[in-house]
């Protein structure tokens, strides 16, 4: 029973260009969510959060959208760079834990 | 910026033998954390610690896993008897209190059981 899923397990952007990954979650529960972001041989690193009660949060270069009536948010990140080549994952906070989606390859092409 | 440590970056061990996987965590955080990543599969929740015991743990943590913090800085979780489907990358994470969301990873043991 996967709560956290992210259906899209690689993505190529352009240099430049908007990338957007996409999360789509079950439980209804769910009161905190957050990306990381983790390059090989390295562990996750926090990227942005959103509480929901919003639906969106902004820093920098990174958006998260959240729509809680579609269970889903997306992260959105404009200018892409090759810097932000790595795995995304999606989670949610649930009691105490993470809960991760599986992960998106990001790949930025100069 | 402070780190959680984790030792060693790669262990192999024959299946069976029982393995240590170290942490330090941030200092002054309280709470700890042990996941683990199949390749190319999903990170998964393995156990939470807080106040010298297990707060919650996940199905995989079975009673071939344990964990302890033996002194002030370490984490440890022990595999008693290692089977193939236990290779992993086996990531430590800590925060300091309750009202966070996010925790901070350590970069992981990659451990390899043949």
């Known amino acids: 029973d996967q709560q956290v899923k992210q259906n899209s397990p690689s993505l190529s952007v352009q240099e430049g260009r908007i990338s957007i990954l996409n999360c789509d979650y079950t439980?209804?529960?769910?009161?905190?969510f957050l990306w990381y972001k983790k390059y090989p041989a390295e562990g996750p690193t926090f990227l942005i959060s959103?509480?929901?009660?919003?639906d969106k949060n902004e820093d920098g270069r990174f958006t998260v959208f959240l729509n809680k009536s579609a269970k889903h948010l997306s992260l959105h990140i404009v200018p892409s760079q090759p810097g932000d080549s790595a795995v995304y994952f999606c989670?949610?906070?649930?009691?105490?834990?993470?809960?991760f989606g599986q992960g998106t390859e990001l790949s930025v092409k100069p | 910026e402070p780190e959680v440590t984790q030792t060693p970056s790669h262990q192999v061990t024959q299946m069976g033998q029982e393995v240590i996987l170290r942490c330090v965590p941030i200092?002054?955080?309280?709470?700890f954390y042990w996941y683990r990543q199949i390749l190319g599969q999903k990170v998964d929740f393995l156990v939470s610690?807080?106040?010298?015991?297990?707060?919650?743990k996940s199905e995989i943590f079975d009673d071939q896993f344990s964990v302890e913090r033996p002194d002030g800085s370490n984490f440890t979780l022990k595999i008693r008897s290692t089977k193939l489907e236990d290779s992993a990358m086996y990531f430590c994470?800590?925060?300091?209190?309750?009202?966070?969301?996010?925790?901070?990873f350590g970069s992981g043991t990659r451990l390899t059981v043949v």
């Open positions: 959103i509480s929901s009660i919003k």
């Open positions: 439980n209804s529960m769910f009161d905190y």
């Open positions: 200092s002054n955080h309280l709470y």
């Open positions: 610690f807080y106040n010298n015991e297990i707060s919650e």
């Open positions: 994470a800590s925060k300091w209190r309750t009202g966070d969301y996010g925790y901070t």
């Open positions: 989670a949610a906070y649930q009691g105490g834990k993470l809960i």
